[in-house]
């Protein structure tokens, strides 16, 4: 439950879920490596399963323990559908379901997939053999995104007709006026300012916003950028910025992340790889334009040109975009109140549960093994 994509949208799904309907119980790991639990960030009232072993990396001892574990909760509770997210939780989670002989349908998650950016040669083979199978075991695959099943499809994992697409679904706290975030986060009042909001990991290019904020602050100097996040490239960021370390504002991991945007002129995306990113999602619902790399699914997101500037991967092309906002302040404005509107229809939290209940509905006689009682559990 890292801040993030899959985090944020288990949260809405098990706090709004129809209790009398779906009774659910969610089976976690644990959070390391400089990334910080969004359920203790954000104080989330959440019952959670904490699985020994299930974490991101991959350990074998750990994992099998972590299976058997999974398996053995399964036979007690004996769930009509499992539902998992992530690379190696789906993996464990579909396989459980195999171990413990629930016979229970098998839905799972791709926020985003490791197609791209994340291995090449033998690595990325095995990836798409894995996921392959694994499609084998699974009754339905969820993607955020009409590209992101297009990817997919494309490496030959699952079949069309397993597919669902199902958007994610974010519910921002109160969004403060911009002269009080301004000054919880230590900025000046009228000082142009660029946010990054996400895991500093190396497939979100956090090196790529620096040299991006090189750029712009060539055209734009007394430009302040802000960064909202922790993780592995942490140290590596505080040493590419130590130049203009002037410019920037290291903030962590916040609980307040509608602060963060309320204080930004512009929220900045560098990635090379993305499933729907929900920090453009909450940019957008805080009334912000966005700049990104179009990658994944990110155009289903960005209405370029409407809520925000899309580029290739480019250094020149993002910085371009970024000046063009904050020097266009009539332009942003546009753009930020066309991307409120956007965001609040398409991606509110209650049409996520509603999908995602629905989903469940036509699952209900999909259990493999044993009859289906009048209601569905998760």
Known sequence: MNVGGPATQVSGLCELFDQEEFDHRL???????GEEDRLRLRKVAVQVHRVPGLGRSIDPTGDLRALHRLAGAMRAFRPHIVHTRTTKAGALGRMAVTVSGVGAARVHVFHGHLLDGYFSGPKRWAYVRAERFLATLSDRLVTVGSQIRDDLLQAGIGRPEQYVVIPPGVRLGPVPGRAGARHALGLAADAPVVAYVGRLTRIKRPDRFVA?????????PDCRFVV???GELLEDLER???PIRGS???LGWRADVETVYAGADVVL??????????????AGMAGIPV?????GSVAEVVRDGDTGLLAAPRVDELAAHVVRLLSDRALAHRMGRSARDWTTAAFGVERLVADTEALYRTLHGASRRRPVPETSHM
């Open 248 to 250: 920037f504002h290291l």
């Open 212 to 220: 991006v904020a090189e750029a712009v602050l060539r055209r734009v």
């Open 228 to 230: 909202c996040g922790g």
């Open 291 to 295: 700049v990104s790399t179009r990658v």
């Open 27 to 33: 089976y976690t790991g644990y959070v390391h490596g």
């Open 240 to 242: 590419w910025i130590r």
């Open 269 to 282: 995306l560098t990635s090379d790889n993305e499933g729907a990113p929900l920090s453009l999602i909450e």
